[in-house]
């Protein structure tokens, strides 16, 4: 099984390099953000629960992020793989993810980082609001704060992966396409 932790601060395109991989390799996307959106838009208590903190560009609590992401592996029958978007956040939900996996009979294949400069992120996250809609994405201090609480909370958890020789650092800027060969290059030599 093919299990890729996709990782990099908010506006890396991690959602985006998810549908290619999703395409190429019939892996199931995972995206902590996409589950939550839908909790959030059908006013579930999980969703407001999860919506107080992501508004205030804060990270939801570990608990309730694990065992939401461990009901959605456990909906699925032989799946090739997945691909964890935004999960896991913290080395503890990466030590939580890793218990979970062996518990089932699997583990991470590679943490495959989207490194990207800051001011590009920004402007990423600045047009997505535009053309998506993202609430999240219109406040340069939210963006601001997102992305000062991944580099203090976040960056750390390539550590654990690299410590288990997983992390992969992949450079995030350019085309679309380039960024793709990038990552297809990187998983077909794992």
């Not at 903190?53 to 959605?72: C, F, H, R, S």
């Not at 990423?124 to 997102?146: E, F, H």
């Not at 203090?152 to 085309?175: C, H, L, M």
């Amino acid at each position: 099984m093919l299990n890729i932790v996709l990782f990099g601060p908010p506006g890396a395109g991690k959602g985006t390099q998810s549908e290619k991989l999703i395409e190429k390799y019939g892996l199931i996307h995972l995206s902590t953000g996409d589950i939550f959106r839908a909790n959030m838009k059908g006013e579930t208590e999980l969703g407001m629960l999860a919506k107080s903190y992501i508004d205030k560009g804060q990270l939801v609590p570990d608990e309730v992020t694990i065992n939401m992401l461990k009901a959605e592996v456990l909906k699925r029958d032989n799946p090739n793989g997945f691909i964890f978007d935004g999960f896991p956040r913290t080395n503890a939900q990466a030590k939580a993810l890793d218990q979970f996996l062996a518990e089932i009979g699997t583990s991470i294949t590679s943490m495959i980082s989207l490194d990207v400069e800051e001011e590009e992120l920004k402007m990423r996250l600045a047009n997505r609001a535009k053309d998506s809609g993202r609430l999240d994405d219109a406040d340069p201090k939210v963006i601001q704060n997102r992305i000062d609480v991944y580099l203090r909370e976040t960056s750390p958890v390539k550590e654990f992966y690299a410590a288990q020789n997983k992390w992969i650092k992949i450079d995030g800027f350019g085309t679309i396409d380039d960024i793709t060969k990038r990552l297809f290059d990187t998983i077909d030599a794992l």
